[in-house]
């Protein structure tokens, strides 16, 4: 179940809440009774498998910077 961020405008508090995607939009209150909060952008971490060194890009060749654009 994703975990959605929020802060409260009242006491500053950041706090987390666990709910399914379809009541990401839904309020919450914060854990001191607060009514007054906003929702947080956060980042995502994605794991590849593998030895954790990034992927090289593709390269298809040619084109004005070697292919990587795709031109």
Not at 24 to 33: D, K, W, Y
């Amino acid at each position: 179940m994703p975990r959605y961020e929020f802060r409260c405008r009242a006491c500053g508090d950041t706090f987390e809440v666990s709910r399914p995607m379809s009541e990401a939009s839904a309020p919450a209150a914060c854990p001191q009774g607060h009514d007054d909060t906003v929702k947080l952008l956060s980042t995502v971490a994605v794991a590849r498998g593998g030895t954790g060194a990034p992927a090289a890009p593709a390269q298809s060749g040619g084109g004005c910077c070697g292919g990587a654009c795709g031109c």
